[in-house]
């Protein structure tokens, strides 16, 4: 299945590929595309579409207030500090 543009392809990824890469990809792509077109042939009819096949259910801790940590711990490993606050490489120029 080759209905695609490698080239058109790999300037919308904004890679060059040397014309063996192209030959390469383009038929590792048909061979997907051959694929996607053979999964289109199953027949869904009155199967609800999901985004997993199994349900997944929420695994993270429930949401808990604890005391702030002390000032001076939340410091202690800083690799730099200044009047009691972290100091961090100025980004803006």
Do not use: C, W
């Not at 919308?12 to 030959?23: G, S, V, W, Y």
């Not at 869904?44 to 949401?63: K, S, W, Y």
Request: proline residues 9%; without cysteine.
């Amino acid at each position: 299945m080759s209905d695609f543009n490698i080239q058109y392809v790999a300037r919308l990824a904004r890679i060059e590929l040397t014309p063996e890469e192209q030959q390469r990809l383009g038929d590792q792509l048909g061979n997907i595309l051959g694929y996607v077109a053979k999964l289109k042939e199953v027949d869904v009819e009155g199967i609800e579409p999901t985004a997993h096949a199994f349900p997944l259910t929420n695994i993270m801790r429930p949401d808990e207030t604890h005391p702030p940590m002390d000032h001076e711990d939340a410091l202690r490993n800083a690799p730099a500090k200044a009047g009691g606050l972290f100091v961090v490489p100025k980004i803006v120029e």
